[in-house]
């Protein structure tokens, strides 16, 4: 196979921009030997061109314009890491129609725009467009669900796809911290609210279900109400509280038909999402062939993230150099069911009166709302006493009324926030 | 994308042919709505064409004769679930050289002749040759090592890769059975002389590591010495014993050299491996950019290997009818490092005379062999007296002479078989 130079411009050199220099410099003669890729970086765009830095880039191939990088004659591809939705958007479609292959690790612009960038990227002239990088960093969770279940029967994708709120829930299970203790120790730009896994199980609802989502149609619920007390209440009860996203194939087969949404969860102790601690992420897979399928490994950082642009970067410009892109079919916009019409198993502390009847009338108002108790213990006594139900699975309907009802009971003095639990 | 019809030829029909051609019944129509192929079985080859089925394909589709689906004109690409290496390797080796892409799950095939396969299928007409399922079933790793991970400085590979013995281990941990019970329970055609896992480990090597290696290379310790003892011990010092497969990169960076053997190895049980229970199958990968990442899920079985088949299939058939066949290069045979220069940190049981001066006589004989000690504990007195040490990293060759050297003691009753125990 002969060698055939590679030009990449990238936009960004952040962490994952200087760790993507450094990979290719480490890496060079192996990809040349594997590939027959001669990789070079010939242009890059940085807000700050004076601002020293210790990647090996020449001082002339930096500008602060991104237009100039993607459109220079001597930039074959373009590796986009610089984050949010403009310019950048401009940017990876001005590549594009350029027939420039473009590898991102931009979960914003992905869960906003990436049915349209798909289009885009499979129009007139086929080009690649790669982000591997974009969800759960340097594990190839991309490329197992658009290649290797490309025929699987998914059911259930759920993830730990937020390093800092895995790293929070992991402090405050493991070392007793409390939830402002832990928050103050981590990245203060953490997306506890959840907008960042949101984006990520948008993106993942689009490339595994054949539908396009958007990170606006996903039902979200941060972790800031989670206390140490509600951890220790679930660990008592053999549950981990983890911030998942979960995206589901619901109703027929062939439907178009999904759920999206990411809030904390109790997951069983036994189940491997449980022991996926510190920064790490996680994601596991249900499908109706493949059975159960985990992938593990480091969400974000400089090099694993940049592992994953690389590995895209290659996969681009191999198909770059023999003109064969990364196929990938448009997307229509898959139906996304609402939150009220889902089905969850909910853990539910009632504090309540200690004193005869309580429980029967409380237990009643679950069974008038046609929520199943499963499990139900008494924690305390007198002023202190505490109800913690767990139920059978209930429409999320059905358990809003139910606590609704609750609040109106003079005996009931306090409800805490209602957590779905996952079945094993 | 206009829609291309692909015709499939099946050579055994057995568990996971069977799965495989449900599965392709099922998923029909969404993998024609997403990748335009309309995927159909035209002919299969079965030991006994007169056998009652429950698949549904026509009986006279069935023929006895592998080679007549190889060469018939109704059949484009060939998939392999016969196993063995011939008359399998006539069967594959003739349909690359008819430009028919083979999707295959023999592990002893490919890690018989591999390297020679691959150039088969990039010479002359360069056609696909894919077999994502001849390791760990259902887990992507021949995508995540030949795609993914591409540009990766890759270190180590672990793997439990053999179902059957992690279920024997697990039932022997988890539930107090002996060695032959467990043995009982398990499919009695298991591999538990290691020979499965040393197969998948030369796969492994050879696509992940660049340089092919075969399993005849694999240094190979099965786990029929493994007692309940051994187990429980290794437990209460914080230990899972699991049969591993084992890769590394030795020597320095852009080396083809490499160390491949499959033993079983005392796992910290904070490791990620250590909790893979029963036939769960799962890759621990160790880079130096991306850092730690695992894979875990179904190792066998009909639908979970079928699933990974039929991703294999749809990623030939797009090549297939687009002109692109998936690019692999020629791989030259790799260094192996024999054994007796690796190194590993060891567990040793040594049963002795319970009187002063015995331990201080043991340590001297690790110590003048350049084995350091770890930890050491007595474990029972007099006649019962043992003592468990874990020792530093030492080369294979250095713990030999110490066992010898023990056995040659007069208060050294007798010597466990050593364990190799990996770090955190």
Redesign the interface.
Known sequence: ?ANSQVRLGILGLGTVGQ?LIA??D??H???L????IDLIVTKAAVRDVNKPREVDIAAGSLTADGMEVVESEYVDMVVELVGGIEPTKTYVERALELGKPVVTANKELLAAHGAELFTAAADGIETSLLF?AAVAG???LM??LE???????LQRVMGIVNGTTNYILSQMSDHGASYADALAEADPTADVDGHDAAAKAAIIATVGF?GSVTSSQVAVEGISNITADDIGAARSMGYAIKLLAIVEHVGQ??DLEVAVRVHPAMVPLTH?LA?VRDSFNAVFIE????????????GA?G??T???V??D???AA?GFV?G?AH?R?SVAPAQVRPLADLRSAFYVEVKVTDQPGVLATVAGVFGSNNVSIKSMEQRGSDADARLLFITHEASEGDLAATLTKLAELEDVHDIGIPLRVIGH
């Open positions: 196979m760790a990979l290719i480490e890496q003669g192996t990809i030997e594997r590939t027959g591997e340097g594990i190839p490329r197992a290649q290797s279940l490309r025929g699987e029967p054949g087969p062939g491997p022991s499908g109706g062939a493949v059975g159960e399928l985990m992938l593990y490994g480091r950082g090099r694993p940049g592992s994953a690389l590995g970067v290659i996969e191999v023999s064969r196929a079919p």
